[in-house]
């Protein structure tokens, strides 16, 4: 299965950073960015150094290629719903993922091979999420439109209001996963439901003053993908278990039946 049918429009866009990794790019440099994509998987591929796994490869890049194109864009502006939207996407299609343990360093070469601090997107994607967790549909609601504030959410609630009187905001797919995780979060059965996730998301799209379609495209789409890749990985699996099978019965074999020599040794 093509990672690219898999991820195409799938939702990966980026944040505007310095190439260098390290420090975030100054706001007034976002205009003069005159790095390439190109550059930017070099410095990816200088971070990480270990070699990507099957399909996931084309799944990181094109999560690299869409956050790059972002970086460059002089409307983009990085925020905390987009930061849940790059951790949430990051983390379901590099769901099963072997080593696990190379995920951690695999996402923070995309964060720094754009100059960007990995800690800051994760910490920002947690926040976000533990008020998720604590709210209900109606609070969610009410707090993106800004009727509603809660305690200690000061700085988010300034970058919500940031975005709805932002008649140049930069609207990405990986800002509407990020609307999307909090919903999931806020009420896992609401999401399933397809009229009451088309209510929710209609109310989210007039709080922010977001083009509805185009974020209810998105996100279909980016279920619709999520359903492929989970059938991608059981395939992957399954011929995976099929050569650990071969090799173990080849082992088998070959102490089972020793060479001819080894026995005329033996006599």
Known sequence: MSARSLHKKSGFPH????????????????VNNNSTVSDTKRSFYTIHTRPINSIYRRVV?????????LSVNVDFRYNPIYALGVVTAFERFMQGYLPEQDKVSIFNGLCQA????PQRYQQDARRL?????????LDLLSWLEG?????????LQASITAIATNSKFKYSRLFAIGLFALLEIVDPDLVKDPEARVQAIAKVCAALHLPEEKV??????????????AQARIVLADVL????KKREKRAEKAVVSPPNGSEEASN
Do not use: W
């Open 15 to 30: 944040t505007a950073q310095h190439p260098r990794c390290g420090a975030i790019r100054p706001l007034e440099d976002q």
């Open 61 to 69: 890049e094109e999560l690299m290629v869409e956050m790059h194109l």
């Open 114 to 117: 754009l100059g960007d601090d």
């Open 129 to 137: 999420e533990g008020l998720a967790s604590r709210v209900s549909i």
């Open 147 to 155: 009727s509603t504030s809660f305690e200690d959410t000061g700085d």
């Open 216 to 229: 209810t495209k998105d996100l279909d789409l980016y279920r619709s993908n999520l359903e492929k890749i």
């Open 241 to 244: 278990q099929a050569d650990r």
